[in-house]
Every structure is written in C-alpha cells, then in structure tokens.
C-alpha cells in the first residue's frame, strides 16, 4: 500500500519561513494537496495540484512537488498558522492516503 | 454559500450499527463526488469511503470494507454512511467532505469543503 510520510512536529518563529516535508514513493508523480488543521476546527484545505491555492488562502502559504518529496512552505508565518497540517495524494492501490500529519509550532 | 452538516452519531456498542447522513447546501449536490473521513481521537486523517456523483461508482478502504455502505439521495441532497459491525477502532470524528473537482464526471481527489464533523464512540 501506498504511504505517505511527514515529520511529526516543527518548530518556527514569528515572521520566518517554515517548510513542512511529505514524502512518498514517486510522489512527485501523483497530485499532492495539503490541509490545515486547527485545534478542534475541521481541517481546511490550503493547498492543492501541488501549487494551486483556494480561494481565501493567504499568499504565503505555497507549495511544490518533486520527486519524492512534495513542501508546504508558509513564509512570514504568523500566529495564527499554529497548527496541524496534513498532506494527501490519491494512488492507484490505495486510493486516497494522508500522511501522518505535522504539529506547526510558532514560538 | 457550502455547507455540510453531519448528523447521526453517538455511543453504539461492539457489533453494533449506526447511520451517519450528511445534508448539503449551497451548491449542487449532484455535481460532486463526495467522501467520508475520519479522525479518531487524538490522531491523523484517515479516508473512509468516496461516491461518485452518480453513485455508480464506489470505492471504501480496506478497514471498513464489508461493515460500512456509502450511498447518497440527490434529490434529498444527502450523503450516507451506513456502519455495521462497528468496532472500538471506528471511534472516531466522521467528516463529510466534497471532491474538488466540480465535474460529475471525475473526482480531483481534494477536498475543499468539510463538514463541521460528528463523533461516533464504539464502546461496551
């Protein structure tokens, strides 16, 4: 089965820029999005088609995808980006898969 | 403006069955693709089951296929997730999530709009 692997938590400061990493077998490949996660909030989606931001999203938040490594990255982060973040791929033999999820700290 | 609204949790017992609806607005239903998610507490997001807009096309994962049934009503605009021979490892916060894709004909695999979710607890 397909799996899709981030790291579990990740720390910034106010006004820097953070990168969060997913990694899957030829993820590079597949679509890639992302969603955010507030705590006790539904998830929302942030990013999507690896680079394509929905409609309200702020324009720090990017994304890319390569290889086996798909990045959210959010520049100048802010308070308000505290939280989890999930990213997501569809693959053949599994369908729809989510990686484990990123706890985002802003200290 | 979209809206998805679960309904239909609750405390239910080992082997035992319950029925989660989920009723839109705001767009139209029968255009979409639409999914389950769950997240059971404390943990990550796990895919449960996707509808195509139709409802010719099904597909569930591999822990829960046989015990649940996704179905949907356009003309009720609703979405279903019936659940049988629930086990402690399906508690959980059920989200109904749609495709974003717009197109009845093919599913984008993300998910633009969620539900504000509904807890289902499996326990003796």
């Known amino acids: 089965s397909y799996e899709l692997t981030q790291p579990p938590s990740v720390s910034v400061s106010p006004g820097q820029t953070v990168s969060i990493t997913c990694s899957g077998d030829?993820?590079?490949?597949?679509?890639a999005c992302w969603y955010q996660q507030k705590s006790g909030q539904s998830p929302v989606l942030v990013i999507y088609?690896?680079?394509k931001r929905p409609s309200g999203i702020p324009e720090r938040f990017s994304g890319s995808n390569s290889g086996n490594t798909a990045t959210l990255t959010i520049s100048g982060t802010q308070a308000m980006d505290e939280a989890d973040y999930y990213c997501?791929?569809?693959?053949?033999?599994?369908?729809?898969?989510f990686g484990g999820g990123t706890k985002l700290t802003v200290l | 403006q979209v809206q998805l609204v679960e309904s239909g949790g609750g405390l239910v017992k080992p082997g035992g069955s319950l029925r989660l609806s989920c009723a839109a607005s705001?767009?139209?239903?029968?255009?979409?693709?639409m999914n389950w998610i769950r997240q059971a507490p404390g943990k990550g997001l796990e895919w449960v089951s996707y509808?195509?807009?139709?409802?010719?096309?099904?597909y569930y994962a591999d822990s829960v296929k046989g015990r649940f049934t996704i179905s949907r009503d356009n003309a009720k605009n609703s979405l279903y997730l019936e659940m049988n021979n629930l086990r402690a490892e399906d508690t959980a916060v059920y989200y109904c999530?749609?495709?974003?894709?717009?197109?009845?004909?093919?599913?984008?695999?993300?998910?633009?709009?969620w539900g504000q979710g509904n807890l289902v607890t499996v326990s003796s």
């Open positions: 088609r690896d680079t």
């Open positions: 030829k993820l590079g490949d597949k679509n």
């Open positions: 999530s749609r495709d974003g894709s717009g197109s009845p004909y093919r599913a984008a695999f993300h998910f633009d709009y």
């Open positions: 705001g767009f139209t239903f029968s255009d979409y693709y």
């Open positions: 509808i195509s807009s139709t409802g010719s096309t099904i």
């Open positions: 997501q791929a569809w693959d053949s033999s599994t369908n729809v898969v």
